[in-house]
């Protein structure tokens, strides 16, 4: 054991630039891919109280409707109500260039949602390459949702936008710093177990 600390400190050098190696190759194949920003918004869903019901019933019904209309977001259906928004100028040209399937992959890739559970809230994450259009999108997606969404989940409830979308200042996909950082870690263990493996044969 002690002779393979050894080893990999006298071969640190080695070691240390098969990571750095290894990094920049993760960063370079990393940029090959498109980099896209995200939009954030925020709906919340407002269950009309009824006499009698709690506080915590209306927070459950809340979270149930979010659960169904995450997954009626990913239909061809909504986007087309989404297309029909006025007054956004959106870039359909990506999806448009795609055949019927590659667009109903595309779509739930692009335009991700998810439940807060335990508020009523319903987050809104759009991934495109022009950030500005990520913002567009979620505008869009959630005028989508507080004015037609009563065709999914029916007139008792309402759905507001509570926060505006906002974009990143920086790409979030695919994650540059993660990859690097992953690539340097993956070369320094190979390396490290070459130099270990070769002192003992």
Known sequence: MEHTYHNLKKQWKFIFLI??????LSFGTTLL???KYRADAQVLIISKTRAGVDPYTVVKSAERIGENLVQIMKTDDFMQKVR???GLELDWSA???LNERQRRRAWPRMVVSSVVYGTGMLNINVYHK???MAKQFAGAIGQALSGQAWEYVGGDVILKVVNSPIATRWPVKPNV???VGLGFAFGLLAS????SRKNYL
């Not at 990571?19 to 920049?24: D, E, I, K, M, T």
């Not at 490290?192 to 130099?195: D, E, K, N, P």
């Open 19 to 24: 990571g750095l190696f290894v990094a920049a």
């Open 33 to 35: 891919w498109p980099l």
């Open 84 to 86: 029909a928004v006025e």
């Open 95 to 97: 999806l448009d260039s």
């Open 130 to 132: 022009n950030p500005e």
């Open 177 to 179: 710093l993660v990859n």
């Open 192 to 195: 490290g177990l070459f130099v």
